[in-house]
């Protein structure tokens, strides 16, 4: 498609469940980024990929959230044992080449009850 | 870690008036970069600045880079219904080339008045 496609729009899980965010970059781009955005606050940043390797995952909060890109296109960000405080849109974003002109998808809400 | 500091947290203007809004921090910055985010959307580049004291313009919006490289300062002259909507700075990090995470700031969110 013409931009970054993100599913779903919108999730609700039950504290403790296993949630997968899925994100469809641009086609073609080589970086992909990851970020959580809380309400009132600015984007924060989780995992940055290159093709399939992640190269930084110094911003995941713990060890509940895992991210992959295994063919280098689409991604997924898994959060394992859902809390309240991962209540949060999750943005994808991505570029052609590394640099900061990446375009960002409309997220995914998630929402831990 | 780096931390933006944006103001003011909140304007609300009469449609046509001019916007200045600002952004600071406590550490330098080699590139200020200016989002405008829609509600339910993600945030959309509007102005990129690479070198301290660069002045860029984007139709109505114009961009500056502070000479200190602590802050910078985004401007919209002629506001229009359609510029509502939450203003974020953000940078990279110190060692930043581009494959790492920007630093966002907290948001300026503009509110027009008809």
């Known amino acids: 498609g013409a931009g970054v496609s993100q599913s779903p729009r919108y999730k609700v899980a039950k504290r403790g469940q296993d949630v997968a965010l899925r994100c469809d970059p641009i086609s073609g781009h080589v970086s992909l980024f990851w970020y959580q955005q809380a309400l009132g606050q600015g984007p924060e940043f989780l995992t940055y990929f290159q093709n399939e390797a992640q190269l930084d995952k110094s911003g995941l909060p713990s060890d509940r959230f895992f991210a992959e890109r295994p063919e280098g296109s689409v991604s997924t960000l898994k959060i394992q044992r859902t809390q309240q405080e991962d209540s949060a849109v999750y943005l994808c974003?991505?570029?052609?080449?590394?640099?900061?002109?990446?375009?960002f998808g409309s997220g995914t809400r998630l929402t831990v009850v | 870690g780096q931390q933006l500091n944006q103001s003011p947290q909140s304007m609300f203007i009469q449609e046509g008036e001019d916007v200045s809004m600002n952004c600071t921090s406590s550490?330098?910055?080699?590139?200020w970069l200016w989002y405008k985010q829609d509600p339910g959307e993600g945030p959309v580049l509007l102005i990129a600045l690479y070198k301290a004291g660069e002045l860029t313009s984007n139709g109505r919006l114009t961009a500056q880079f502070g000479i200190t490289r602590k802050d910078s300062f985004l401007n919209i002259s002629a506001s229009i219904p359609s510029d509502v909507g939450i203003y974020f700075c953000?940078?990279?990090?110190?060692?930043?080339?581009?494959?790492?995470?920007?630093?966002f700031g907290k948001g300026t969110h503009l509110i027009i008045q008809p």
């Open positions: 974003a991505s570029s052609p080449g590394v640099n900061y002109g990446y375009t």
């Open positions: 550490s330098i910055f080699n590139t």
């Open positions: 953000a940078g990279p990090p110190d060692s930043g080339g581009g494959a790492d995470g920007l630093t």
